[in-house]
């Protein structure tokens, strides 16, 4: 595993020497589909290399190793993420949109989830997101590093709600069940054990009604704790204001 700080972002881009065959872009985008379908461990200069009909000699040309790949991979997933300008909405508006494109990007991608964190974010495309988000916070009225507290506050939702939600639909596709029949299938077990957890099981049956579809529940969780964190943001504003 390379040093942190050994970004492929510090340093230029590999080209040969006679017309290439192939281009960065090419590489990035067939990675990604493979990271899409399979995950990052399905993922192989060899297998990328014959998905492209190139050997993996060839693509080490664009890439030093995997690992270089995939801070290419999670960049590119990051130019997915809009941010609004200050001027076009409000920065509640600008958040909220902020928040819920991360956590679409992640669902679509999951893959990006584990990675997190491991590189440093500094390609152009996260270089784009994060001054767009300086501006819309600085322009809101936050300062210095209460930009970054703020917007931590929402990426962290949105990446909690999305890790969480990505787990639970590959144990649904795992499964072969419909969501529904899944959630009936615990019943049995949780008829038992009522009587151990008569808080919960008065709860149960109060919500029984309620669509349990898990989807909808995960987005109107997300929906209700996103509120909660802009309500909070803004009385602090008024507040200090």
Do not use: C
Request: charged share 20%; net charge negative; aromatic share 8%.
């Amino acid at each position: 595993m390379p040093d942190f700080t050994d970004s492929v972002w510090t340093r230029p881009p590999r080209t040969r020497g006679e017309q290439p065959t192939l281009t960065r872009e090419q590489i990035v985008r067939t990675a990604i589909e493979i990271l899409d379908a399979e995950g990052a461990a399905g993922l192989s200069m060899r297998r990328l290399g014959t998905r492209l009909g190139s050997g993996a000699t060839s693509l080490y040309w664009y890439v030093a190793h995997k690992d270089e790949l995939l801070e290419l991979a999670v960049d590119e997933v990051f130019a997915e993420i809009y941010v609004p300008e200050p001027g076009d909405t409000s920065w509640r508006i600008g958040a909220s949109v902020l928040a819920n494109g991360i956590r679409v990007a992640l669902l679509r991608h999951p893959w990006v989830i584990g990675l997190l964190g491991t590189r440093p974010t500094i390609g152009p495309n996260a270089m784009r997101m994060g001054n767009r988000i300086v501006e819309l916070f600085t322009a809101a009225g936050f300062t210095g590093m209460e930009v970054s507290h703020a917007t931590a506050l929402l990426q962290s939702h949105a990446i909690g709600a999305a890790t969480t939600e990505a787990a639970v639909t590959a144990s649904i596709q795992r499964s072969g069940l419909e969501p529904v029949a899944l959630a009936k299938s615990l019943e049995p077990y949780l008829e038992k054990t009522a009587p151990d957890y008569p808080a919960y099981d008065r709860w149960r049956q109060e919500t029984e009604q309620i669509n349990t579809d898990p989807y909808v529940v995960f987005q109107e969780g997300f929906a209700f704790g996103l509120e909660r964190i802009l309500d909070g943001l803004e009385l602090w504003l008024t507040k200090r204001a």
